[in-house]
């Protein structure tokens, strides 16, 4: 079927006011923040709705421990910090995920080290993770990428194998589960976002968890300059035990959280009905490659990724440009349809060009200066570059849409691939696709 897409001027299939924004505000919300502006208690390490909020992540888990810090990053760099990563130690990551899961081991004066991503599931390839490992290496950090959890039980074996620390970054999986298990409760320590696009908002924010007292501790000092607390008094001593930072979250913020919690796991069932539909529609699309999730994982689509096919699609065209070309066409039909990380963490100038403290080369230099080498080959992550030449994210699959707008959807991806000439005509339009501010929040 003959159609003019909307790339060359036909009528778009979707208009923006068939999405609903994310967070969703309720009662709930409002009546906690209310709590809060009641109390006049805006913040303190233990604070009413900081504590509760602690407790209830803890509960929701099935972690013993839960402290609430400013951002996912920090509870990052806050996990790096307690199991004592410092300079010269490396720490491993996944080359397809956000930068702060590298960044982390840089703010501890560590060096990260990339491994690539499993072509199915877009999470580190365990069977790629040994040859990254050195006498260096102090950390694995698995990433639970778009919602669906790592494959943990390989890289814990691993992990344990070279007596290694796992710290799992669970930023985009609030309620994933692993073999029934709740992702970041299977490491020594697990790091979770709050911040306005995650599945769990909390404006921004940060969660970290651990059943090991120690970290608790640990983590305490950290997040609080490294101030001792005196044990009998419950005062600050104001002595300095540790290298520490201000991490401290606020009432606000946790009560936001608290409130968004209580709707998290219907929320999360949403995104698994729309994806589930999407999958099974887009699937049958020649060209279109949908997500995969494992029997054994609860996937919670943080985001919906599809690939392209240029060749299954039947047409002659380099896969990159045929994925350019397609999402303008989906994106001009009124899909928010985009990129979000456009090439692997590792071929980031700040790797390439080791762009590090005050513009110098360290922490790189603490083992360049012993002769190692860190050169970041791109060529090294040829499965994550390949994702990145060949997918996008379909935004707003998040409560409240859903399977009306996932319809719509469907709709504009037969249209755009019945019409693949006229989509590579307009291959290098002068488009920008991508999910616009308001969406998540403010741009
Ligand atoms: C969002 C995110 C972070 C950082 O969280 P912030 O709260 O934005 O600091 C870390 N890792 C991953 C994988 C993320 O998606």
Not at 232 to 248: C, D, E, F, K, P
Not at 378 to 390: I, K
Request: aromatic share 10%; proline share 5%; hydrophobic share 40%.
């Amino acid at each position: 079927m003959t159609e003019k897409l909307a790339i060359s001027g036909g009528t778009p299939v979707l208009q923006r006011s068939d999405y609903k924004n994310w967070p969703i505000i309720t009662d709930d919300d409002r009546r906690l923040i209310n709590e809060v502006l009641d109390s006049g208690i805006m913040a303190g390490g233990t604070a009413p709705q900081v504590s509760a909020l602690e407790k209830e992540w803890a509960e929701y888990t099935g972690a013993k421990h839960c402290l609430t810090t400013t951002s996912g990053t920090a509870a990052l760099h806050m996990a790096l910090a307690a199991v004592d990563v410092g300079p010269g130690d490396e720490v491993i990551t996944s080359a397809f995920t956000f930068l702060a899961s590298a960044s982390c081991a840089l703010h501890q004066n560590a060096i990260p080290v990339f491994v690539d991503i499993d072509a199915r599931t877009y999470n580190m390839d365990p069977a790629k993770l040994e040859a990254a490992i050195n006498e260096r290496t102090k950390v694995i950090i698995p990433v639970h990428i778009q919602g669906l959890p790592a494959d943990m039980d390989p890289i814990m074996e691993i992990a344990r194998k070279h007596n290694l620390y796992l710290i799992e970054d669970a930023c985009q999986a609030h309620g994933a589960t692993y073999k029934g298990k709740k992702v970041g409760t299977i490491g020594d320590l697990g790091t979770f976002s709050l911040n306005n696009f995650k599945n769990l908002c909390g404006g921004e924010g940060g969660l970290y968890i651990t059943d090991s007292e120690v970290y608790l501790n640990k983590g305490m000092l950290i997040r609080c300059f490294g101030d001792e607390i005196d044990e009998v008094s419950h005062r600050r001593q104001y002595n300095a035990s540790i290298l520490g930072y201000m991490y401290r979250n606020q009432e606000l913020p946790a009560a936001l959280t608290r409130a968004q919690l209580l709707h998290l796991d219907e929320y999360n069932e949403v995104r698994i009905a729309n994806a589930d539909y999407l999958s099974a529609e887009l699937g049958k699309i020649p060209g279109v490659i949908p997500p995969y999730c494992p029997p054994e994982c609860k996937h919670v689509y943080f985001m919906y990724n599809v690939r392209f096919d240029p060749q299954a699609a039947g047409v002659d065209c380099e896969p990159r440009r045929f994925r350019i070309a397609v999402e303008k066409a989906l994106y001009k039909e009124g899909l928010l349809a985009g990129q979000w990380q456009t090439m692997p963490v590792p071929a980031q100038d700040i790797f390439q060009q080791k762009l590090g403290y005050g513009g110098s080369s360290y922490p790189w230099v603490v083992n360049e200066a012993k002769g190692i080498r860190y050169d970041y080959r791109v060529d090294d992550y040829p499965v994550a570059q390949d994702l990145c030449d060949t997918y996008t994210v379909l935004h707003g699959i998040h409560a409240p849409n859903g399977l009306e707008l996932m319809g719509k959807f469907v709709e504009a991806f037969h249209k755009v691939f019945s019409n693949l000439g006229q989509a590579l005509d307009h291959a290098d339009d002068e488009i920008y696709p991508g999910p616009d501010g308001a969406l998540y929040g403010a741009g």
